[in-house]
């Protein structure tokens, strides 16, 4: 049973008949029933869908986080499924050696919020990660970090994405103890959660 939001004239949620309504972000959409598929599957459909279950297993540790950093990115997607077609048309390389993810080329967060200088990251005596970044007193001063570090052997992450304002300079961010190779993100979130920065790829820190 389908339900009819705003009248008969409205957009349908369910199933009525052979027509199947959904709603997402806002827009509503009407498709047919399944149809059983005859014939045999590509190559290059085969490849897609490799291409997709790679991003999909990339992202997965990190929802939370892009839920963040990929906030309002347009009005079509957000979140983990706009970060997702970022990571398949920028950073996704297919070369002799098969598919893969170029750490470099990814973005945990983006938006227009302009980025501190000098952003770094060091392993402190205890094992944690120490950011660093040029401090600043200005109408940005309330803008907090966004802190993640992934350890894609593991497929484990360690994140926090409202850390010290930008006034302070620096933070910490908590590894508990993990060990390994981790890639390693900065990024900015307004303080009112208008607007977040691009994310800054920090590279490869062994703790």
């Known amino acids: ?85 970022w990571l398949l048309k920028n950073a996704l390389i297919s070369d002799a050696d098969g598919l893969r993810i170029d750490p470099a080329l990814m973005k945990v967060s983006s938006g227009d919020l302009p980025n501190p200088t000098n952003i770094a990251v060091s392993p402190t005596e205890n094992g944690d990660l120490k950011f660093t970044w040029d401090a600043s007193r200005d109408l940005y001063d309330s803008d907090q970090i966004m802190m993640l570090a992934y350890n894609i052997e593991t497929s484990s992450a360690n994140y926090k994405t409202t850390g010290q304002f930008r006034s302070v300079g620096e933070d910490i961010l908590r590894m508990s103890g993990t060990r390994g190779n981790f890639l390693v993100y900065a990024a900015f979130n307004a303080s009112d959660r208008s607007r977040q920065s691009d994310s800054v790829y920090l590279g490869v820190v062994k703790i």
């Open 1 to 85: 049973m389908g339900i009819l939001i705003s009248g008969p004239n409205g957009p349908i949620i369910g199933k009525v008949g052979a027509m199947h309504g959904s709603s997402r972000n806002g827009k509503h959409y009407v498709k047919g029933p399944y149809k059983k598929r005859t014939r045999k599957v590509s190559q290059k459909e085969l490849l897609n869908r490799e291409k997709f279950a790679l991003a999909q297993a990339w992202l997965a540790p990190l929802l939370d986080f892009v839920r963040e950093g990929f906030r309002g990115y347009s009005q079509q997607s957000q979140g983990f499924i706009a970060a997702k077609s």
